[in-house]
Structures are given as C-alpha cells and as structure tokens.
C-alpha cells in the first residue's frame, strides 16, 4: 500500500523554508523519568522543516513533557535533541529561537498588546524603526492592529490568544511550540481560530508542534500526528494513514470511533485473514506480520452498511445484529447493535433509509467489504 | 416584623466600630486640630512659625530622610528575603517565615535595649570587633542616626516582607518562563518581567513602612540619645518639657496632611487587599 499524500502538503508555504521537508529536529531515544514514573519512554521523532505535527494523547501520555523537552524548559533523563546535526538537548530555552505559545497564554500582564508583541524582538536587540514595522504587520495578521494599546486583562480569551501566537511568531522563530491553546475557549471560536492558525502556517511556512488532547483538532490542523500513550510513542503518520489503518488497538480506539470484532480460529492466508465472530465468518487484509493468533477485525462505523435481509450473492461479510438503540441526530440516525458476545457495534444511517423505520429489537444484517476491514491485535 | 427586628439587630451589631473610631480618633484629632490654632492664643501664629522656624525644618528634614532610609532598606532586605522565601522549599518557607514573625513577638522596647546593648560603645558589636582585631576604637554605633537606621531597619523588615511576598505568589510562572522562551536571559527576565510586576507591592511596602517611621519615638529617643530628634519626639518635648502645646499641635497636623497624602497614593496606585491577600 502506497501512503496518500498529506492534506496540507499540496499547499506549499508561500515563503519556502531552506530545504522544506527535510529533518529540522531528530528527537532520539528521549526519556524522562520523575522518580519510578517514566513519563516518555524511548521517544523517536524526526520533526520535518515546515510540518504542522500534532502530539496528541490522553492526559498524562507524556506529549505535554515532551513539548517542554522541545522548548528547553525540561531537561531529558536521557536521550537528545539533534538540529543540524548539532546536540541542542542541554541548550537553554532563550537560545533556541523556538517560539511558544502557553495554554492559559502566560501573556505579560503589565505590558500592553503591542509591547507583548515587541518583547522578543527588543531583547534580540532589534533596532525601533524595524520592531515597530515587524509588530504591525504582525498585530495586523491576527487582526488586533486595534487594539495595540490595551492591556491583556482587557481582551476576551480569543484576543488574547492571538496576542500569545503574535508574540510567538513576530521574531520568526525556527519552530513554533503550542501547548493546547484552544482548549480554554468556547466551541464555535476555537473553530474560527483553527482556521486561522492554519492560514498562519502556510503563510509563513514555520514548523508548528502542536500539542493537544482533541482528535478532532489534531485530525483538522496536522499535517502529521503523533499518538502518545502512557509515554510511549504509538504511532506517527499523516491523519488519514492514522485513521484508515492504525497499527493498534489504541490509535484504532482513540482516534476516531472503531467497531472492534474479536475473532476466534483464526486462519491466515496471505494477506487475508479469516476468523469467526460468534457464527459468522468474518474475512479481513492484514498487512503485518502479527506475534499473536489473538486478533480482532476493526471497521469504522461509517463502512457499515445496513440491510434488512441478506444477500448471498456478494462476497462481503455479514453479521446477524439486534437493533438495541436509536439516537435522533437531526440529518442521521444514530443506531446502536448488539452482535454476538455481548458485543455493541453502532453506525449512521440516512432518514431515508429503509432500515430507519425499524423498530427496537429487531433483527438486521450488517455488511461491509472483505478490504474495508483491519487486523488489530487485542 | 422579623425582618424588621433582623435588620435592627444588624445595626446594633455594627455600631460599635463607628463609636471607637469616633471616640478614639475623631474627637482627640479635633481637639489637635483646636490647639494648633488657639494655644497659645487664637491665629495662624503656630503655623507661621512652622513654615519659619529653622529649627523645626531641621526635625521635620530629619525625620523624611530617615524614614526614606530606612523605607529604602527594609525593602531591600524583604525583597531580597521574599524572593528566597518565593523560590525555596515549602520546609524553607517555614522557617523564613518564623525568622520574620519571631522579633513580632518581642516588645520594641525590648528589641530597643537589646540593640543598645550591642552598639554602644562597648558594646558586643564593638567588643567582637575589638577582639578580631578589625577596629582599634569603638566605632560610634550609637546616639548617632546609624543606630537609629539600623533598629528601625530592623523593626520594620517583617511590615515589608508580607506585602512582597504576596505579590510575588501572584506573578504567574508560565510568564516567566514564557519570557525566557522568547530569548530573554535570567537577568532580563528578572528585570522586565518579574520586577515590574512587584511595583505595586514595592510601592505599597514602602509607604506603608515609611508612614509608620513617621511616628516612631522609643527607637529614636532611646538609640539616637538625644542627637537624632525625629518628629515625634520633638512633639513630645514641645508639649511635656517646653509645653508648647500649640507648636505640638500643629506638627502633627502637617504630619497628618502628609500620611493622608501617603495613604491616597496607597489606595490610589496599589491595590491594598492584594498586599495582604
């Protein structure tokens, strides 16, 4: 199988970096211990010039400690950070020229706006005249030219990120550092300031490493995600790649959502995979080599398909189900099955779909192709 | 009815502190206030003779410079004392914050002696000294406004040590190290970011350690021997040794003026429930 093309990488950044898509920064073999508790665990990232890439986890899977170990604030237990083939791991945070963007903002409370903004450049020893031209045209690109000479007390949250990501980007750092820095406001403006961050980063073509525990945000900004569990790197890959063939149970589980059929006398020829889900034969590709004969058909909800009867004649699979809930969700049905072994599958259905008028309990048939299918080890 | 009698007894409860106030403060103020312009007889003449009087200057000129002094150096001391107390361990904190608290609980006039004690003449200070060899003849540590400086310091170190470190525990330390993030040293950190951020306090430890040097009287009296007459004591002579009531009247006056003008910079600049909070 060949790897599609990133969604974000057919739109190239307006000001080409040197090199754009060569390695910026190796992380190798970084660990970080706080007493007996590993919070990242042999830890291998190349990070690409020009990348948006997402660290995502649940809380405490060590991305936050990771960011930190970026940005210079953490030194690792072991491991190290290699830039241009230079050991950066022991080099102080204001020596790295990465810009951060703090979740809560961390923004200067006795300095106005314009001044949070001209903070890196005035310690970079920038002369006025070119501080106050690179201010305004930054203050200008996340929309607050207005309000330059407020303090940070009084903008809404919105603002006040957008002075955070001005602040972070105005010296034009190597790689910007974003520790969740939407997760304090409301839906809808979170939206609009994804949307913004992503205009941002084509714009100007810098490395972003986004940290964040929202799959939706992760799957809608990278160019690359990076799944963290328990400090462990699970796996690495551009969103699609993640979500249409993750290599365990929990990529498969935490992004997006996964109809998981645990299989018994499994049989494998070649690719193909085949093993019974209760009484019926369930077939699917496997494309890796698998330690264990312990192993489970995944399919995502939306390849389901529903049917009120069964048609022999197609070489799918197809499993007998109990309809056990339906959720009203306005353009679409929820539904809710309960297979063999106690197991629940779910899907959407259209209003217009023959099956939306079942009633609860039911008997229905559920069937999706032989290729849609993954094999996952439990 | 009940809420009647509930809102009645809110009053009664309330009315003491506005009566103390009243007795305590408004009514002896008032009669000051009577003094300074009829003793020794009705007119201006007590004030005319404070914008006059050389000798008067040379108090009130006295009194501002050493309670600057010693506002200056209380602050530094409590500064650089909150700031270790800010960045040490919690064990730490509590034993700092015992070294400050413990003098609370000895009476100033006790600490005055004690200080006499150690640097008079032959004194321990000046003994230790002499022993060491450092000194060949006594340094003049006391009657002179150095031993004034010094107890005063001493004093007022813990009045400006809570007002820093709680507005230290307020500065965020995700802007501090946001700052260094940016590409500021330590240094430039502590200059740009964190010290500005304690200008309130500063301001408010400052005033409020000044205002109250303003009225010292056992340190001065005792430890400055007669050679260094800070306002209040000068006051104290007018009124029980040369019984110049009206000249002591009108001091205090002009003193009150000037705290007041203190206290509204105060209230004006810093907010105060964020100094004791």
Avoid at chain 1, 39 to 58: C, H, K, S, Y
Avoid at chain 1, 137 to 151: P, S
Avoid at chain 1, 166 to 190: G, Q
Avoid at chain 2, 128 to 147: F, K, Y
Wanted: glycine share 8%; with cysteine; aromatic share 10%.
């Amino acid at each position: 199988m060949t790897s599609p093309p990133s969604p974000l990488r057919d739109v190239p950044p307006v000001k080409a970096p040197l090199q754009a898509g060569g390695v910026q920064l190796s992380i190798e073999g970084i660990q970080q211990r706080y007493g007996n508790f590993l919070a990242l665990d042999d830890v291998f990232i190349d990070i690409r010039r020009g990348e948006f890439l997402t660290l995502l986890g649940p809380s405490g899977s060590g991305k936050t400690t990771l960011l930190m170990i970026l940005a210079g604030f953490v030194t690792p237990s072991a491991g190290r950070l290699k830039s241009a083939g230079q050991d950066i791991t022991l080099r102080p945070a204001e020596q790295r020229h990465y810009g951060m963007v703090f979740q809560g903002y961390a923004l200067f409370p006795h300095m106005s706006v314009a001044e949070n903004v001209d903070f890196p450049l005035r310690v970079r020893g920038v002369d006025r005249a070119t501080r106050r031209q690179h201010v305004a045209r930054m203050l200008d690109t996340v929309g607050l030219t207005e309000h330059a000479g407020k303090k940070p007390s009084a903008l809404s949250g919105g603002q006040q990120q957008r002075v955070a990501l001005a602040r972070a980007l105005v010296f034009e750092p190597e790689m910007l550092l974003l520790d969740e820095p939407f997760s304090a406001l409301d839906k809808n403006l979170r939206g609009q300031l994804q949307d913004e961050l992503k205009r941002i980063h084509r714009e100007m073509g810098t490395t972003f490493v986004f940290v964040t525990h929202d799959q939706s945000e992760a799957l809608a900004l990278s160019s690359r995600i990076a799944i963290f569990d328990h400090g462990r790197l699970a796996q690495i890959d551009t969103p699609e790649r993640l979500y249409t063939s993750p290599h365990n149970r929990f990529v498969a589980e935490f992004l997006g959502r996964m109809n998981l059929l645990p299989l018994t006398d499994v049989q494998r020829s070649g690719r193909r995979v085949t093993g019974q889900f209760g009484a019926a034969p369930l077939s699917a590709l496997g494309e890796r080599h698998f330690a264990h004969d312990a192993l489970l058909i995944g399919i995502r909800p939306e390849q389901l398909e529903v049917a009120l009867e069964r048609d022999d004649a197609s070489a799918r699979n197809w499993l007998e189900v109990t309809l056990l809930e339906r959720t009203y969700q306005g353009h679409s049905l929820d539904l809710k099955f309960a297979g063999a072994d106690h197991s629940v599958l779910t899907t959407s259905i259209a209003m217009t779909h023959p099956a939306a008028s079942a009633p609860l309990g039911e008997r229905l048939w559920l069937h999706w192709g032989i290729d849609e299918g993954i094999v996952l080890e439990a | 009815m009940t809420r009647m009698s509930e809102r009645w007894q809110h009053r009664l409860l309330l009315w003491p502190l506005p009566a103390v106030l009243l007795l305590c403060y408004v009514l002896p103020f008032a009669g000051i206030a009577v003094w300074s312009v009829t003793l020794p007889e009705p007119g201006m003449a007590n004030y005319a003779r404070l914008a006059t009087d050389g000798a008067i200057h040379a108090v009130l000129w006295r009194t501002l410079y050493l309670c600057a002094t010693v506002g200056v150096l209380a602050l530094l001391l409590a500064f650089l004392m909150a700031y270790c107390w800010l960045y040490s361990s919690p064990g730490w904190q509590r034993w700092v914050e015992l070294c400050v608290f413990l003098p609370f609980w000895i009476s100033v006039l006790v600490r005055t002696f004690g200080w006499l004690i150690a640097l008079r003449s032959n004194g321990l200070v000046n003994g230790w000294l002499e022993a060491l060899g450092v000194i060949d003849s006594p340094l003049a540590l006391t009657r002179n406004s150095l031993g004034v400086v010094i107890a005063m310091v001493h004093f007022m170190v813990p009045f400006a040590f809570f007002p820093l470190v709680s507005s230290m525990r307020q500065i965020d330390d995700r802007v501090l190290l946001a700052a260094r993030g940016l590409g500021a040293s330590r240094l430039r950190v502590f200059v740009s970011i964190f010290l500005p951020q304690t200008l309130p306090g500063l301001l408010g430890a400052f005033i409020m350690v000044f205002v109250f040097c303003l009225g010292f009287f056992v340190i001065p009296a005792i430890l400055g021997g007669g050679q260094t007459v800070m306002a209040a004591e000068y006051v104290f002579l007018q009124m029980f040794q040369t019984y110049n009531w009206g000249i002591g009247a009108a001091i205090c006056m002009l003193m009150l003026v000037l705290v007041s003008g203190l206290v509204w910079i105060l209230l004006r600049f810093s907010r105060v429930e964020r100094l004791v909070g």
